[in-house]
C-alpha cells in the first residue's frame, strides 16, 4: 500500500513546476500510516477453515462471511482470532 502512496504523489507533484499535493493524497497517506498497513497488508484473522469449523457449510456463504469478517476486524481494531471468533459466532 506504500507503494501505492508513492506513486499518488509522485503523479501528483510531477505535473509541473506548480504541483502541490491534493488534500485527498495527504489524507490518503495519513490513513495508510494509521492502519498500519504502508509496508504489509492487513491479513485477516479467520480463514474458511474456522467458519466450517463453527459449522458452516462449503460455498459463497463462507467468502462474504470471511469479507464481512475483514471489514470487522479493521473497523473495530481486532488482533487476535479469538476476537474475530466471537464475533463469527453471532454470524453463523
Not at 510531477?14 to 492502519?35: H, M, N, Y
Not at 474456522?50 to 469478517?69: D, K, S
Request: proline fraction near 3%; aromatic fraction near 4%.
Amino acid at each position: 500500500m506504500g507503494e501505492l502512496v508513492q506513486l499518488v504523489e509522485c503523479d501528483s507533484l510531477g505535473r509541473g513546476k506548480d504541483s502541490t499535493l491534493p488534500s485527498e493524497v495527504v489524507r490518503f497517506r495519513e490513513l495508510v500510516e494509521g492502519a498500519g498497513v504502508a509496508k504489509e497488508p492487513v491479513r485477516g484473522l479467520l480463514g474458511g477453515r474456522h467458519l466450517l469449523a463453527l459449522g458452516m457449510t462449503e460455498g459463497p456463504e463462507v467468502g462474504q462471511v470471511l469479507r464481512e469478517a475483514m471489514e470487522q476486524q479493521i473497523e473495530q481494531g481486532w488482533s487476535t482470532v479469538d476476537e474475530a471468533l466471537e464475533w463469527a459466532r453471532g454470524r453463523v
